[in-house]
């Protein structure tokens, strides 16, 4: 089965500065999907960022990106230039590329942005 | 266009008591899943539906939670006798059917928090 692990249980920042957020995981298989989930008090899940694991370049959008270590099993996700509104739950999760597809998260970290 | 909507947003329930926890997926959507979010257990796959069947509902934690959906739209998880481990936020999440491309984005909606006093 696998497994992902978020090893920071909490982060704290000011804003404007530029945070990364660890992951691992583990897997036997060798095509799948990585994702960032954020959360924000309203419970909202919210996709930031995925990363298909045949895919050498590293993901990126806009302030997000990903350093995907795929022989070191690493999956970390770097916000740059952090607002306020990043603040929230963040999210690592795994995706087989076969069955049903269901994700499987990480324990999140709890990042907070302040002023 | 509407999201995913759960119902109720939260429900109080005594122990023992039966719940019924209501999803209605993005329209379209074939694929929908059920994931709880507890302190203890973090977030965890509960069922998944491709249109009406579940194939793969490995993640129901007892024989007293069971999940059903018709015409391929809403989704109903039905927690019978109540237990205080089961208090969590139920969340819900819908997607269109994979395709070569790879996945397409789960979208969730915004939980239901059920508290079992």
């Known amino acids: 089965a696998q497994t992902v692990t978020q090893s920071q249980p909490e982060m704290s920042v000011q804003e404007a500065e530029t945070v990364t957020l660890s992951c691992t995981y583990d897997?036997?298989?060798?095509?799948?999907?990585l994702f960032w989930y954020k959360q924000p008090p309203s419970r909202q899940m919210i996709l930031v960022i995925r990363?298909?694991?045949?895919?050498?370049q590293n993901a990126t959008e806009n302030r997000f990106s990903v350093n995907f270590q795929k022989a070191a099993k690493s999956f970390s996700l770097k916000i740059s230039d952090s607002q306020l509104g990043d603040t929230a739950m963040y999210f690592c999760a795994f995706m087989n590329s076969q069955g049903a597809q269901k994700l499987v998260f990480g324990q999140g970290t709890r990042l907070t942005i302040n002023p | 266009g509407a999201g995913v909507s759960q119902s109720p947003s939260n429900k109080v329930t005594e122990k023992g008591k039966d719940v019924e926890l209501r999803c209605d997926p993005i329209s379209g959507h074939t694929a929908l899943y059920w994931y709880r979010q507890s302190l203890g257990q973090g977030l965890e796959f509960l069922i998944y539906f491709q249109g009406n069947s579940a194939p793969d509902k490995s993640g129901l934690p007892s024989d007293r939670f069971s999940a059903e959906r018709t015409g391929g739209s809403v989704s109903t998880l039905t927690i019978q006798r109540t237990q205080q481990e089961d208090s969590a936020v139920y969340l819900c999440?819908?997607?269109?059917?994979?395709?070569?491309?790879?996945?397409?984005?789960?979208?969730f909606g915004p939980g239901t928090r059920l508290t079992v006093t």
């Open positions: 897997t036997s298989e060798n095509n799948y999907y």
């Open positions: 990363q298909e694991a045949y895919k050498q």
């Open positions: 999440a819908s997607s269109p059917k994979m395709t070569d491309r790879g996945p397409y984005e789960q979208y």
